[in-house]
């Protein structure tokens, strides 16, 4: 808890890239911090800046039915975060620099909960996250590791895409269930 704490703060005051310069506040993460899934999104958008909480609009929501479909919730069972801490301006991409100046602090998220599986949500989050420029076609489907944690980590498509694209639900709910069974079967 302690040790949360410590780096909640670290993370208040960050000026590790130019992303410090445009922010309300930072966006740390939420959830149960001895979760055994975490879910990584690429970086906050409007709504999570003004209210520090990471995937609180729409496509929050949406997550929060994605997750209660395979028995998790952010208050119980699930971590949630960002691979950036700050909102890139107009809900860019974030860039390479400001993805590797935050690398430190989703390294001590991942090193303090240990997840037995990391969901990233989205191409950016999956890109960032396993340094790759793979398309997210590619990323779906099987499990990856990442870095020196070699934490399981599974890729599915953003809430947000989801919103605009419905047609494709079907396919994130089989993401879903395995989801479910990595977590429950160890498969």
């Not at 870095?147 to 919103?163: N, S």
Request: net charge positive.
């Amino acid at each position: 808890s302690a040790d949360w704490t410590a780096l909640r703060e670290l993370v208040s005051g960050c000026q590790r890239c130019k992303l410090c310069k445009t922010r309300t506040q930072t966006v740390f993460g939420v959830g149960n911090t001895s979760a055994p899934l975490m879910v990584v999104g690429e970086g906050p958008g409007a709504d999570e800046d003004a209210q520090g909480e990471p995937f609180v609009g729409r496509a929050g929501k949406l997550l929060d039915e994605m997750l209660r479909s395979i028995g998790r919730s952010r208050a119980d069972n699930t971590y949630i975060a960002n691979v950036v801490k700050c909102r890139p301006p107009g809900n860019r991409d974030p860039e390479p620099d400001e993805v590797e100046g935050c690398r430190p602090y989703l390294d001590m998220q991942i090193q303090l909960l240990q997840p037995k599986l990391i969901v990233a949500l989205g191409r950016i989050a999956a890109q960032r996250l396993l340094s790759t420029d793979q398309p997210l076609s590619r990323l779906r489907g099987p499990l990856h590791q990442y870095g020196k944690f070699q934490t399981p980590v599974f890729v599915t498509y953003h809430p947000a895409y989801l919103l605009r694209s419905p047609k494709e639900k079907a396919k994130s709910w089989e993401d879903l269930k395995k989801v479910w069974q990595h977590l429950h079967l160890g498969q």
